[in-house]
Structures are given as structure tokens and as C-alpha cells.
């Protein structure tokens, strides 16, 4: 069964900063991009940002460019999104997707989803 864990989330003053992670297990996505998407109730999901298979390409929403950083590390079959100097406007669920297409922003790219992690930054 192919899972897709998110960590990290929680509860945060404006200007600070959060580390999420997301954990895949039942299969390897070493070759897939992984990416994040955020989503407010009563919106669309939206995406964050995404990394290439290997690392060395990445692409962010111009909401948290400069702000959010993508990494993944392979070995562990694990991708983390750095958030520094939140906003109230970050406040949303996070997930975790994984796609076999480079860099694509829509949802409907990816096939695999995290069940979320949520982020709340008070003002």
C-alpha cells in the first residue's frame, strides 16, 4: 500500500518559521517530482511548490517565493518544504503529492497525496 505521511505541521506566530516533511512508503518516488500544494476550506487546492526527481530544478508560487525552500532526500524517500517568515495568509492544510511529470503546478498532474498536515500562523 503506497502511503504519503506529512509532519510538521502546527501552530505558529507570524514571522515564524515551520518544517514540514513527507514520508513515502510502499514504493520509491525517486524518479517522480514531489510536490506541495495547500488548500483553505471552501477553496481550491493550490499549488506551493515542486522538485524535480533529482533535486536540481524547482518551482514556487509567487505567494512564498523567496520565503518557502523544497528539498528532498532520496534515500529516505522524503521531501520537506522550509516555510520561514509566515504570513496569516499561509494558514491552510498542507499535502504532500508525488506525479511522474517534471514541475507541473496542477493538482490533477499528481497521483499520489499526502492526507494533509495543518498549518495555522496567528497574527
Known amino acids: 500500500q503506497v502511503q504519503l505521511v506529512e509532519s510538521g505541521g502546527g501552530l505558529v506566530q507570524t514571522g515564524g518559521s515551520l518544517r514540514l516533511s513527507c514520508t513515502a512508503s510502499g514504493r520509491t518516488f525517486n524518479t517522480y517530482a514531489r510536490a506541495w500544494f495547500r488548500q483553505v476550506p471552501g477553496e481550491e487546492r493550490e499549488f506551493v511548490a515542486v522538485?524535480?526527481?533529482?533535486?536540481?530544478?524547482?518551482d514556487y508560487a509567487d505567494s512564498v517565493k523567496g520565503r518557502f525552500t523544497i528539498s528532498r532526500d532520496n534515500a529516505k524517500n522524503t521531501v520537506y518544504l522550509q516555510m520561514n517568515s509566515l504570513k496569516p495568509e499561509d494558514t491552510a492544510v498542507y499535502y504532500c503529492?508525488?506525479?511522474?511529470?517534471?514541475?507541473?503546478?496542477?493538482?490533477?498532474?499528481?497521483?499520489?497525496w499526502g492526507q494533509g498536515t495543518q498549518v495555522t500562523v496567528s497574527s
Open positions: 503529492a508525488a506525479g511522474a511529470n517534471p514541475n507541473r503546478r496542477a493538482p490533477l498532474e499528481y497521483a499520489y
Open positions: 522538485i524535480g526527481w533529482s533535486g536540481s530544478s524547482s
